[in-house]
C-alpha cells in the first residue's frame, strides 16, 4: 500500500485524571483512529430513517439513488452456534478493514481582537498542513459500502478541530496490500457514525447480529488496527462488562456496550462481534488516563448495532439523518471573564449565519448573542444544542437575543439539518 508523508498533532489533554477519550485520537507520532470492523451482511429492503441529532451529508453522490434499496438488518442466532475465538476471527477478518483519513489544518495568526470589537491591527498569516488520521471499518455490502466512526473521518474532537476530511482511503487484504479511494456518502457526528463507499465488488460483507440480547458476561471479540496498519487486524477478546451504559462525550450521552476486551487508538469504527461471529457493536472509544497517579484498563466501549442500524440506514439513503433540527449559526460561548471583559452578557455568540437558514429568515446576525430559547436561560453552545434538540425540524422557537445594547426576542421555525449546523 502507499505510505504517505504526513504531520502528526497531539491531541488536548483531558482536565480530569480519568477522562472519555475518543479511540480515534490524534497522536504525537500516529493521528489514530480506534476501529473494530462489524461482521455485517446488507439486505435489499425498504432503507428505515432514524431522526435526532445533527449530521453532515457526505458528497453529492451519484450512488445516492441506486443505495436508495440498501438497508442494513440484523439477524438472530442460533444457541448451538458459538464458535471458538479463532473461529469468529477467521470468520469476521475478511470484513475487516482499515481507514486512512487526510485532513487539512490551517494555522491563522491575527493581530484582530478575538471578538473582533475593535483593538489590535495587525496582518492575518496562515500556514496550511496535511494530517493524516487512521482508524478501522467494516465492510457492509459486497459491492463497497463500509461502515466506520464519524470521529475518524470528521475532526471534532482535536483542539485543531479539522472538520471532514479531505480525503478518505480504504486499506484491506491480509497484508493491507489494497487500496481504494473512498468516497463519504454520509456521516452523523452525534452517533459518531458514517458510512463510506468504495469501487469494489466481490467483497466479504459482514454479518450482524442482536445487540439487544447481549448479556453481561458473554464472550467479545474485538478486531481493529490499534496504533496504526503496522498492527493491522489486531484481534482481542474479553467479555461484555456492562450493557446500556450511559457515558457523557463532550456536550452529548451514548448509551454504549462496555467491554474489557482491549481498545486503542486506531480501533474506531471497528467491529465487536459475539460468540456467533456477528457483529454486535461498533468500537468507539475508551477510558483513559490523563495522570501518572491514575491507573485505568479495560474500559472499552462500542456502538449497539441495534440502535446504529437505523441511522446507518439514513445515512445511505439520505446522506444524513432525517428529522434533527438546526438554526443555522456558527457561534462560540461568551464565558463569564469575556461577559465582564467586555461588558456584554454571557450567552453564545454568534460568529457567522448560513444563507438562506432559519436563523437568517428569522433576522439573527453576525455578532449577536443569544442569552435564551423558549425562555430556559442558555450560557454555553452546549446549553444551546441541548435544548434546540428537544426539538424537532419544523418546530417554532423563541430566541432571546442581546444585539448593540439591545434585548428583544425573535421567533425561529427550526429547519432540518442536512449539512454540519
Known sequence: MKHRNSIFLKTAAAVAAMALVSVSSVEIY???????NIATEWSPSDSTSASENTTETASESSAASA????????????????????????????????????????????GMDYWGFGGMNGNTQSNTQEVTATGSGIVMTSDGYIITN??????????????????????????????????????DIQTDLAVLKIDAEG????????????????????????????????????????????VQLEDRTMTLIQTDAAINSGNSGGM??????????INSMKMGSSSSSASVEGLGFAIPISDAKDIINSLITNGYVTGRPQLGITGTTVTESDAERYNIP????????????????AGLRQGDIITAIDGVEITTMDELSEQKNEHQAGDTVALRVYRSGETFDIQMTLQEVTQED
Open 203 to 246: 467483497l466479504t460483507p459482514a454479518e450482524f447480529g442482536d445487540s439487544d440480547a447481549l448479556q453481561v458476561g458473554d464472550v467479545v471479540v474485538a478486531i481493529g488496527n490499534p496504533l496504526g496498519f503496522e498492527l493491522y487486524g489486531t484481534a482481542t477478546c474479553g467479555i461484555v462488562s456492562a450493557v446500556n451504559r450511559e
Open 346 to 361: 454571557q450567552g453564545v455568540y454568534v460568529y457567522s449565519v448560513t444563507e438562506d437558514s432559519a436563523a437568517e429568515q
Open 150 to 187: 464519524a470521529h475518524v473521518i470528521y475532526d471534532t474532537e482535536s483542539e485543531y478541530n479539522m472538520g471532514k476530511a479531505t480525503s478518505v482511503t480504504v486499506v484491506m487484504g491480509e497484508n493491507y496490500d489494497e487500496e481504494y479511494e473512498a468516497e463519504i456518502v454520509g456521516y
Open 30 to 36: 500516529n493521528v489514530i483512529d480506534n476501529s473494530r
Open 67 to 110: 443505495v436508495s434499496a440498501v438497508s442494513l438488518s440484523t439477524s438472530t442466532a442460533s444457541a448451538d452456534g458459538t464458535l471458538t475465538i479463532p473461529e469468529i476471527v477467521e470468520k469476521a477478518m475478511p470484513s475487516a478493514v482499515g481507514i486512512s483519513s487526510t485532513f487539512t489544518y490551517t494555522a491563522q495568526n491575527s
Open 272 to 281: 465487536l462481534l459475539n460468540a456467533y461471529g456477528q457483529v454486535i457493536g
